[in-house]
């Protein structure tokens, strides 16, 4: 499948060499714009929605990861590209699928766009899956299962059965009534809207819970939650009015 893909690239000669690799070597990823500035490069991202960026950390203006502040994280696979290593830890910290040091070498780049293949085709397959259970048309909405994508593959789990979801950078980790966590390759905010039809709350930026578990509601200025299996988590205050409204408190 096509790949749209973005380049953030200030220098001429990289930018000549990256351009050259994509059409030699990786022909489906089809260049939608590149940008050399920050806000240039938060524009395009934002106007063409990429399956993959090609981000130079140090570019005109600033860091590449001012650009990456901007816009919505998750939605699109990242390549770190640098003369520099030391902002190697920052870019993986980022969810970057890869990072390659210039000069670019031919077999790096090919690694690094196979990986950014596999992951784009994994994702195309699980919204595929996911739409497909969310229209099977069970009775009880929690009686659903939501397909989770992992490092290695896919965990297939009931709603019913999640406790509530944390948060974890670009990654999203969900804690189970049995105790037991899963790692999703996806942020919180991916989540968000599919789980909001089925009785679940994001109660702070880094928390959606399922409301059927809730125990106690402890008052403050947004307030907790505490859930059956003892969990305290704590309520923004602008999501306070919404919440006790589920509740007609």
């Not at 203006?61 to 190697?88: S, W």
Request: one cysteine or more; glycine letters at 6%; a negative charge.
């Amino acid at each position: 499948m096509p790949i749209n893909t973005v380049i953030i690239e200030d220098e001429e000669k990289s930018l000549c060499v990256l351009k050259d690799f994509i059409d030699r070597l990786a022909p489906d990823l089809q260049v939608c714009g590149t940008a050399g500035h920050i806000d240039d490069a938060v524009g395009l991202i934002l106007s063409t929605a990429p399956h993959l960026v090609f981000l130079d950390i140090c570019i005109a203006d600033g860091l590449g990861f001012d650009v990456l502040k901007r816009v919505p994280q998750g939605n699109f696979e990242l390549i770190c590209i640098t003369a520099y290593d030391d902002y190697a830890i920052d870019a993986f910290q980022h969810a970057a699928v890869d990072y390659l040091l210039k000069p670019l070498g031919i077999q790096p780049f090919k690694d690094a766009v196979a990986r950014v293949r596999k992951r784009v085709e994994e994702k195309v397959h699980y919204k595929a899956v996911e739409a497909l259970l969310r229209n099977q048309g069970q009775q009880n909405s929690q009686d659903q299962k939501i397909g989770i994508p992992t490092i290695n593959g896919c965990d297939f789990i009931d709603m019913k059965d999640i406790l509530w979801c944390k948060s974890d950078g670009h990654y999203t980790t969900f804690y189970l009534i049995d105790k037991s966590r899963i790692m999703s390759t996806r942020n919180l905010g991916a989540y968000e809207e599919m789980l909001s039809h089925n009785n679940f709350f994001r109660i702070h930026h880094s928390a959606i819970i399922n409301m059927r578990w809730i125990k106690t509601y402890i008052k403050g200025k947004g307030g907790y939650v505490v859930l059956t299996d003892g969990t305290e988590l704590e309520i923004s205050q602008r999501r306070k009015g919404e919440f006790l409204e589920k509740f007609q408190l």
